[in-house]
């Protein structure tokens, strides 16, 4: 049975998964808020939210080839693949999934950050408080066990961007920390100058 994050929880996904843990899916998920459509007015654009993973090393954002998302599907490492971008949250389960190869991670990378911006949100004047039910959830690679899941309850109108959480290396585990911070960032670009 998967554990249920809250806001800033941290857990161990190597204790919780029974050990061997070697490859994780950080699968993220969401849906459009339903809209009032106005009289006369043209259809509104769907929202195409965008999930990321930056790849740090010693804490730091190093470089663009570092950024896996839907311009740059696979690490230069090959242990981080995006599994495709999703352009409107449409339907049922996982909206987009990153593919984490923990075991042949090199060892000077010490943290993956998940974050989901939406795709020219000022252009189209959307923010994530027209977002619902957006989650990510971990699963284990190898036996496609959900580890845990981390359900964003907060408020986040106004905000274009959000960091989801975290998978990092500490004492020889890995970890995830759910943190849920909204941001007003406008592209993966503005969200990667966090972490250089």
Known sequence: MSISLQKGQKVSLTKESGGGLTNVIAALGWDEAPRKKKLFAKEPEPIDCDASAFVLREGLLRGKEDIVYFGNLNHVSGCIKHMGDNLTGAGDGDDEQIYIDLAA?????DKVIIVVNIFQARIRNQHFGMIQN???????????REIIKYNLTDDYSGCTALIFGEVYRYNNEWKFTAIGQGTNDNSVDELARRYK
């Open 134 to 144: 957006a989650y990510i959830r971990i699963i284990d690679g190898s036996t496609q």
């Open 105 to 109: 991670l090199p060892n000077d990378i």
